[in-house]
């Protein structure tokens, strides 16, 4: 017999190879984040355009080793190809979704000029209580305000 309990269930995470892969598929660009001196894997970026293609919306995704955080890679690889995004795919907007307690993401997604849009609340089980998860998005008008009009 089956159990009913009020308890939360959290999920198995996914292996991350196994995840990258996945991404890498369904993702309309998939760029490897490497160090230039040595070629280490640091990380992965991606843009998936959204259904229907008409609206020219993007979804952004990063992620990276924890040893890499807080050196200005993330930054740097989330200016390239956010940039491309607007200017190789031709994309009117890229959007994100984020949770509340990743404040460093956060932080680096508004630097570069990404507005907070909307709150999904209790979006996600983390380490023993409920996060929100927040959509954030960039126009590629704001986009060239900031950074080819200069």
Not at 65 to 94: C, N, S, T
Request: aromatic fraction near 12%; proline fraction near 3%; charged fraction near 30%.
């Amino acid at each position: 017999m089956r159990g009913v309990t009020a308890e939360p269930i959290a999920p198995h995470p996914t292996k991350y190879k196994e995840s990258l892969k996945t991404l890498a598929e369904s993702s309309t660009i998939w760029f490897t984040i490497v160090e230039k001196k040595n070629m280490h894997f640091m990380g992965q970026c991606s843009i998936k355009v959204a259904e229907p293609v008409k609206n020219r919306d993007g979804s952004f995704e990063i992620s990276m080793y924890p040893r890499f955080w807080g050196q200005g890679y993330g930054m740097e690889a989330a200016w390239f190809i956010v940039d491309h995004a607007f200017k190789a795919l031709g994309l009117q907007r890229v959007s994100l979704d984020v949770l509340e307690g990743n404040e460093t993401a956060i932080k680096l997604c508004k630097k570069i000029g990404f507005k907070e849009e909307g709150r999904k609340r209790r979006a996600n089980w983390v380490d023993g209580h409920w996060e929100d998860s927040l959509s954030m998005g960039v126009l590629d008008d704001e986009w060239a305000e900031m950074y080819w009009k200069r």
